[in-house]
């Protein structure tokens, strides 16, 4: 059953580890790997990645990225979101620790943000303005 408007930008608020899509130019499938993201309903998805990753090069080239999530409990469901680059900027520590708290919390989140403040130094954030959704829950009652 096709997902609501309100049902996929929930859903995807919620904690999920994201499938990243970009095109990766001629005569190569798109570049697909998972990735951490924030989003608030209504607002822009972002990721956090390193400025020079093959990741943000594709991003830049191709203007435009996809996020797909997904679960298999207690019925299979899936949103995926696709948009323009919205905005790109410099990271900070606030924004590892925003990111991570979505996923981790006391002393994982705070070993993780140390480890990412050093790490991750050049991480910058890319948001997303949504274009195109599709959303549907494969074991919801029609």
Same mark, same amino acid.
């Given at each position: 059953m096709a997902l609501s408007r309100e049902?996929?930008?929930?859903?995807?608020?919620?904690?999920?580890?994201?499938?990243?899509?970009?095109? &990766? +130019?001629?005569?190569r499938g798109p570049l697909v790997v998972p990735i951490w993201y924030a989003y608030e309903p209504g607002g822009l998805p972002w990721v956090l990645t390193g400025a020079g990753s093959r990741k943000m090069k594709l991003?830049?080239?191709?203007?435009?990225?996809s996020l797909m999530v997904q679960r298999t409990e207690p019925t299979t469901r899936y949103v995926s979101v696709e948009g323009p680059?919205?905005?790109?900027?410099?990271?900070? &520590? +606030?924004?590892?620790?925003?990111?991570?708290?979505?996923?981790?919390?006391?002393?994982a989140l705070d070993e993780f943000?140390?480890?990412?403040?050093?790490e991750l130094a050049d991480h910058i954030v890319v948001r997303m303005r949504p274009e195109h959704w599709l959303g549907t829950d494969l074991g919801a009652a029609g």
């Open positions: 049902e996929r930008e929930g859903f995807l608020a919620e904690p999920h580890v994201a499938a990243l899509g970009v095109a &990766a +130019g001629d005569d991003i830049r080239a191709a203007g435009r990225f680059v919205a905005e790109v900027a410099e990271g900070s &520590a +606030g924004l590892h620790r925003e990111m991570a708290g979505r996923y981790l919390s006391g002393a943000v140390a480890w990412a403040e050093v």
